[in-house]
């Protein structure tokens, strides 16, 4: 057994994984999962830069990791950076910021590399299953980013566009740091579709999304709608993963945080605090997908680039 930590950086949350890996028997055992909401991405769509507010929310968490790392004695420790800080011109101070805290420099990896990543952190435990028909097509939804995969065995197609429950929310809900709408008007809702379409339109153009069988998706808008379609109490990993929530739940789930204020999303208890202002772009963009594809049911996976980051240390 190895003992590893990877560190997966987004732009609206920083991950850890501490876990004894066995490479010959394919086991991955957590000893620490956890998630930490920093808004690395606040206001990157708009200034290009990221925001020394948002540095400190990160570097603050990075701290927070280093200490579970050296607790724990981790061999190996990799640090993955996507979306936000693949866009931001001031990237160099994160890198810095993380290099004196965790004393690795985080590898800001392209689109690609995060959907080859994600594909196989979420599909190492789908193999041979009877139930799953392939090819999948696996989405990650991001804050900033979303990654379409297709692939059985292994990687056919993949593309990154630049739609995630951050990047939408902050183009067509809030102006300068104020909510336009709330809930959001028909206007701003149809802003946002178009901005999906296109970018479903840009994958379409490298992943052939219709030749998809199953749909499995990533990432914490995908895992929060599964969780109020599960009605859970609080979040269960455990109960979201390998979850199969149909289409028709996508669409009432998605039309009910689309018509309800702030304030009565944040009274449902699967969603995190801070996700209560960016789910409704994040359930928008998964069933868009959904409609797109003519998938029936989106299969939810709790594992995925983080677990694909720690069995890369291997």
Known sequence: MKRVA???CGTNSIRLLVADLDPATGELKDLDRRMTIVRL???????????????????????EYAGIIRELGAEKLRFVATSASRDAENRDDFVRGVVDILGVEPEV????????????????ELTGRTDLATPYL??????????????SDTVRAARSVDIGCVRMTERHLV????VLADPPGEEQIAAIKADIARALDQAAETVP?????????????????AAIALDLSEYDS????????????????THRLLTTTHEERAEIPAIHPGRVDVIAAGALVLLSIME????????????????SIAWSCA
């Open 41 to 63: 991405g606040q206001g990157v769509d708009r200034t290009g830069r990221l925001a020394p507010e948002a540095l400190e929310r990160t570097f603050a968490a990075c701290r």
């Open 209 to 225: 999304l219709s030749e998809a069988r199953t749909l499995v998706g990533l990432a914490g808008s995908v895992t929060t709608v």
């Open 6 to 8: 990877a560190i997966d």
């Open 175 to 178: 102006r300068d740091g104020k």
């Open 138 to 151: 696996v989405v990650d939804i991001g804050g900033g980013s979303t990654e379409f995969v297709l692939g």
């Open 109 to 124: 990896i392209t689109g690609d590399q995060e959907a080859e990543f994600s594909f196989t952190g979420a599909t190492k």
């Open 292 to 307: 797109r594809t003519g998938a029936e049911e989106v299969v939810v996976s709790e594992h995925d680039i983080l677990d």
């Open 238 to 253: 455990a109960a979201i993963h390998h979850s199969r929530i149909p289409l028709t739940q996508v669409r009432e789930i």
